[in-house]
Each structure stands twice: as structure tokens, then as C-alpha cells.
């Protein structure tokens, strides 16, 4: 079982940057492949990156140059790292967590891009 808790998101005007955190419980982390999520309003949970245990990196399109996902062994913690942020990335950012077959959700954090 992995428990995930994330930090790090909120209001943030167009063109500004925030991190967001995600912490996993347990002693695999660094076995783990773990990603981030999003769901705006009124549409599907998608993709935006993800990092595995070897740091293979893949982004959606959408936030490739704007977006780093990166992670820290020592710390159990993969971060999104989010410039140059649009009103289109108003969403619930979910941190994922995949061993084998099985993959672990957090809870979300809102991020809401406005002026």
C-alpha cells in the first residue's frame, strides 16, 4: 500500500509558476513510476508527465517547455514544477504512483490559473 500527499497548489495569476509536491509512504519509492494528473472542469483526467524509476520523462504536449516533473529518492517526493501558467491549466492536479499493476492516487490539489 502507498499512501500519496500532495502540496503545493492555489491561485495563481496568468504567466506566474508554482510547485507542486507529492510525498509517498512506504520503502519502494524509488521503484516506483510516478506521475501527475489533472481534471479541469467538465472534462477527463489526463496525462500531463511522468518520470520513472530509471528518470525516463515524458509530458503531455500541452505543458511540454513550461512544465518539469522531477523526483528525489531521498525524500519520497516527485514535484511539478509549472511556468508560464494559462487559464487552460485550471484543473485538480493528481499525484500518481505505479508498482507493476497496481497504481495509488492522492487526493488532488487545485490549481486555478486567473486574474
Known amino acids: 500500500q502507498v499512501q500519496l500527499v500532495e502540496s503545493g497548489g492555489g491561485l495563481v495569476q496568468p504567466g506566474g509558476s508554482l510547485r507542486l509536491s507529492c510525498t509517498a509512504s512506504?520503502?519502494?519509492?524509488?521503484?516506483?513510476?510516478m506521475g501527475w494528473y489533472r481534471q479541469g472542469p467538465g472534462k477527463d483526467r489526463e496525462l500531463v508527465a511522468i518520470?520513472?524509476?530509471?528518470?525516463?520523462?515524458n509530458y503531455a504536449e500541452s505543458v511540454k517547455g513550461r512544465f518539469t516533473i522531477s523526483r528525489d529518492n531521498a525524500k519520497n517526493t516527485v514535484y511539478l514544477q509549472m511556468n508560464s501558467l494559462k487559464p487552460e491549466d485550471t484543473a485538480v492536479y493528481y499525484c500518481?504512483?505505479?508498482?507493476?499493476?497496481?497504481?495509488?492516487w492522492g487526493q488532488g490539489t487545485q490549481v486555478t490559473v486567473s486574474s
Open positions: 518520470i520513472t524509476s530509471g528518470r525516463t520523462i
Open positions: 512506504g520503502n519502494i519509492f524509488n521503484r516506483l513510476v
Open positions: 500518481s504512483a505505479t508498482w507493476v499493476t497496481k497504481t495509488y
